[in-house]
């Protein structure tokens, strides 16, 4: 395999790794948000959506990079 070809490969699993983490980082603080104030799911779910888009917005981030890269 080539080179180039393998870099790739390693930007776009960090890409998918990176979004994994923080919508996992947003589920963990979100239940111990919901276990410290009384609440069942209330910061479980604004935390979850915030670490997905956290994660789209670095995905987003890194996209724009590679275009500006290559042209």
């Keep these: 395999m080539d080179k180039e070809f393998i870099k790739q490969i390693a ?3 960090s ?4 979004l994994i983490i923080s919508v996992l980082i947003g589920i963990f ?4 948000a919901d276990k410290y104030f009384g609440f069942k799911y209330l910061f479980l779910i604004v935390f ?8 789209i917005y670095e995905i987003y981030k890194a996209v724009k ?5 290559k042209l």
């Design 11 to 13: 930007r776009m699993s």
């Design 15 to 18: 890409l998918g790794l990176n």
């Design 29 to 32: 603080i979100g239940i111990e």
């Design 65 to 69: 990079r590679e275009l500006n890269t």
């Design 48 to 55: 979850l959506i915030l670490g997905f888009t956290a994660g």
